[in-house]
Structure formats: C-alpha cells, structure tokens
C-alpha cells in the first residue's frame, strides 16, 4: 500500500469513484442492494476498498494502484472461499510491502471480509466497452446485416437497431435478441439464413458497433441499476427457468447445470450463451408445453447476475481432503489439532468461526505473526488452489466438533523474526 502525495492520492480516488460510478458502462451508481441470499454486501465492500487503502497498491479497471494485480479481472469465476485462498497466497509479499512503507496490517470481521470480497466480485460484472471495429466486422460475418440496418446501412428485414446505441453494455440488446428470438429464428430458418452464435466478447463489440455507427440523433446514455442476483434469483423461478435447471441452476435432465456454462463468463458472454442456446431452448420448451419466457426493463440483467453469482456462493467442502491438506501444506508444524503444546494455537479449540471465510478472515488478521514464525523456522508459505481453503476449513469444522471440551493447552510463545 504505496502512500501517494495528497494530491495525487485525492485525484486517484475521484478518478476511481468516477469508475465506480461505472457511467462509462451505461450503468447508474452502485446503489444499496435488496437483502440477498448472497454472502457480503459490495456497497459496504467498496467503502472498505477505500477506507483501508487497498486502491494504493490494487486498481479496478486499470485505476489505482500497480503494486498488486487489477482486481476488478481476477475476480470472476471464483467462489469467495476461492478469492480468500488467492488473497492469502499473495499475503507475504503484500506484508513486505506494508511493512517497507511503514503502514499499518489492515484487519478485518469476517464481515468485513465478505463485504470486501463480495465487491470485487461484483465489479467484474461490468465489461468495458467492447471493439467497433470487431463488431462491425461480426454484424456483417454474422449475417446480421442482411436482416437490420444501423444508421441506415442494412436489410429491413427486421427493426433497425439504432435505438439501442442510448446503451454503452450490450444487455438490452441482447433482452431484445432474447424476446424476440423465437420469431427471429423462424424467419432464419425459412431464409435458409444460419442463426448466428456469440462467443467471447462479439456481443460488445457489436454494441460498440451500433453505439459508433447509429444515426440516432440527441441521444444520452440511458442508465441501468446495478443488477441484483437476489432479484434475479427470483426472476429464475417467476419466469420458470427452475423446470429445465433447478432452483440453484444446478441442472437437471432437462437442462445443464448453469454453473459449468456460466463460471469464467462476463456479462455480455453470459448473454451470448444464453443467446446460442435460446433455438434449442425454445424447441424443447415448446416440446414440453411451456412458453418462451420476456424479459422486461432490467430483468435479464438480474437474471444474469443470478447466474454469475451461483458459483460465488458455494458451500460444503470435502473434510478428508482437508485433512490431508493440513499435513501436505505443513499446518502441522506450527499448529495442534489434538492438545499437544504447539507454537500455533490447538486448531481443536480455534475461536475462530467455523467456517470456509472465518478461517480466511482469521488467518488474515494474524498474517505478519504467521510470516514471521514462518520465516524464523524456515516453513514454506502454504498457497490454497482452486477449493482447498473450504476443505480445510470443512477438516477444521469437524475437528472441533469432536474433540472433547478441555482447556486449550496455550501455544509455546517465541520472538517473531522481524523482516529488515
């Protein structure tokens, strides 16, 4: 956490708050969202980006510090007990760090660390803007351009899109695609036209595309709520979407487990998805008895952020596993599981909070003891890949539930090594 001087800190943090307020994604301020089933609160998580100075050694979109990496592109596609491992992994370095420039651990409630980790999953719901160059390119090898025009170049076909360069994120036009799909790929079909598949960022390029090229004239940027997964959540289930995919979009055998189609995706790639699969959807629904479910206003973005958290909340975890990560990562050699003296606390009778982001937060919060006490011994620092931090913290669990009530024996004290 590098200190900046003041002015250059004050134009940094406005520059970032500006991001935050993403208005160059056609997005309104992140507002206080609706209760959510959905561990941490990202309106309180950027507070706390601010106010303990992570934005001087991390940036979100490119503002902000270089020190560490940009958080806002490592955050998708990892559960939050997944995004806590790859903070603590970072841990030494970052303690170097702070220590280097005098500044002070920064400490957090498991709340707190929710909050944080919650935010900056939340930010990667947001693409930049995509190509115009790409996606003009896209409209017309995609086809397209033979059914609609964009600033008066192109078939008539269909509507022409111009109406939806008031958007800078391409969710309204793919709710538009997603409405009117079924009608759309009747006429493909008929035209012996081949319905058109996204993949990658192609659907924001080709917003971009429309956003350059459109003749519509007096047009401000029209601003979407932040999406809320609660709400999408509920939408999942109103618009019937749980027959096919399951409450949690886990799968069934009617539909795949959304969780495996969805985890690296952004925003306008999860709309591309949808989009590629919409034909199939609509024949095997139609199969079934059901309708072809609208989406209105804002809804498919909350729907998506519903998808796009799924994989953000997992639980549960494997405590053999864990067990045996507790030897391999050499938790052994500092801590206790059983009432031998160590120089760690008994994890048997740990207070911290028997859970994946309790362990993190614990673990977090004694960082520079355990660096030092790492370094003085010689212990490798132990990294957490993939759902490692949840099976230890599952192993932790069912450790304390069985050892036997007794007084914890208190840990063998020695001087921490101090790093110069």
């Known amino acids: 956490m590098d200190p900046t001087p003041s002015?250059?800190?004050?134009?940094?943090?406005?520059s970032v708050v500006r991001l935050l307020m993403l208005t160059s994604l056609g997005v309104a301020p992140l507002a206080a969202q609706t209760p959510s089933p959905f561990a941490g609160d990202p309106t309180a998580g950027r507070s706390l980006f601010l106010q303990r100075g992570c934005l001087h050694c991390h940036s979100i979109w490119g503002s902000g510090g270089t020190l560490g990496p940009d958080l806002a592109i490592v955050g998708a596609g990892r559960s939050m007990q997944q995004l806590a491992g790859m903070f603590w992994n970072h841990t030494p370095r970052m303690i170097e760090t702070v220590r280097r420039r005098g500044v002070k651990w920064p400490t957090f409630t498991e709340e707190e660390l929710a909050n944080l980790i919650s935010y900056v999953y939340y930010v990667k719901l947001f693409d930049e803007p995509g190509d115009p160059a790409l996606g003009a390119r896209w409209f017309?090898?995609?086809?397209?351009?033979?059914?609609?025009?964009?600033?008066?170049?192109?078939?008539?076909?269909?509507?022409?899109?111009?109406q939806y360069a008031n958007y800078i994120a391409p969710i309204m036009l793919a709710e538009g695609m997603w409405n009117h799909g079924p009608r759309m790929q009747y006429k493909q079909v008929s035209?012996?036209?081949?319905?058109p598949t996204f993949a990658g960022r192609e659907m924001a390029d080709i917003q971009a595309y429309i956003r350059q090229t459109s003749s519509l004239r007096g047009r401000k940027v029209r601003f979407l709520l932040p999406p809320q997964p609660a709400k999408g959540q509920q939408l999942f289930g109103a618009k019937k979407c749980v027959r096919c995919h399951g409450p949690e979009g886990r799968g069934t055998s009617y539909g795949p487990d959304l969780r495996t189609a969805t985890l690296p995706l952004r925003v306008s790639e999860i709309a591309g998805v949808l989009w590629n699969h919409s034909f199939q959807m609509s024949s095997a629904m139609q199969a079934r008895g059901f309708s072809f479910p609208?989406?209105?206003?804002?809804?498919?973005?909350?729907?998506?952020?519903?998808?796009?958290?799924?994989?953000?909340?997992?639980?549960?975890?494997?405590?053999?596993?864990?067990?045996?990560l507790f030897e391999s990562k050499g938790c052994t050699q500092c801590h206790s599981r059983g009432g031998e003296k160590s120089i760690g606390p008994d994890l048997s009778h740990s207070k911290a909070p028997p859970t994946?982001?309790?362990?993190?937060?614990?673990?977090w919060?004694?960082?520079p003891a355990m660096y030092d006490r790492a370094t003085t011994r010689k212990i490798e620092w132990p990294g957490f890949e993939k759902d490692e931090m949840r099976d230890l913290a599952e192993y932790l669990r069912d450790l304390a539930t069985r050892a036997p009530a007794r007084k914890a024996i208190p840990p063998v004290t020695s001087p921490p090594a101090r790093l110069p």
């Open 7 to 14: 002015g250059r800190a004050s134009r940094g943090v406005a």
């Open 140 to 162: 017309r090898e995609k086809r397209c351009v033979e059914c609609h025009s964009v600033g008066g170049k192109g078939e008539k076909v269909g509507p022409a899109l111009d």
């Open 191 to 195: 035209r012996g036209v081949a319905i």
């Open 294 to 324: 609208r989406f209105e206003g804002a809804e498919m973005a909350d729907v998506i952020a519903f998808l796009y958290y799924v994989r953000f909340n997992e639980t549960g975890g494997n405590s053999i596993v864990g067990a045996t």
């Open 356 to 363: 994946s982001l309790g362990l993190a937060t614990a673990m």
């Open 365 to 367: 919060n004694h960082g």
